[in-house]
């Protein structure tokens, strides 16, 4: 390694409306979503989310709890499978292209 040189070859970071959708990745990944605060992390795209929340919970995917969203079991199996596609999928084509140049300006994905 070079001096001066990270050692992380690739960052992504998150600002504005990708922050809340990270955000909500994540609450998924909790298997528990906050209603309560949703315009505050998403902002504009929080109407959107509703709907989609809405439609997830009349799939049998998820269930009210007070002021949460709790995936079912059914729900979490699906996300977990989704999950599975989407984020190694970018990780498989991450790695792939860092194999073939260690440290890569970019990756498009």
Do not use: C, K
Request: proline letters at 6%; a neutral charge; zero cysteines.
């Amino acid at each position: 390694m070079q001096t001066g040189r990270t050692a992380i070859a690739l960052r992504m970071p998150f600002a504005g409306e990708m922050a809340g959708w990270w955000w909500l990745y994540w609450r998924f990944y909790d298997t528990r979503i906050p209603l309560d605060n949703l315009d505050a992390v998403l902002g504009l795209d929080a109407p959107n989310t509703r709907w989609w929340l809405r439609a997830v919970e009349q799939a049998g995917l998820a269930v009210r709890n007070g002021g949460f969203l709790d995936l079912t079991e059914p729900g979490a199996f699906w996300l977990h499978l989704a999950q599975n596609h989407f984020a190694l999928n970018y990780v498989n084509t991450l790695w792939t292209q860092a194999r073939l140049e260690p440290w890569p300006q970019a990756v498009s994905i």
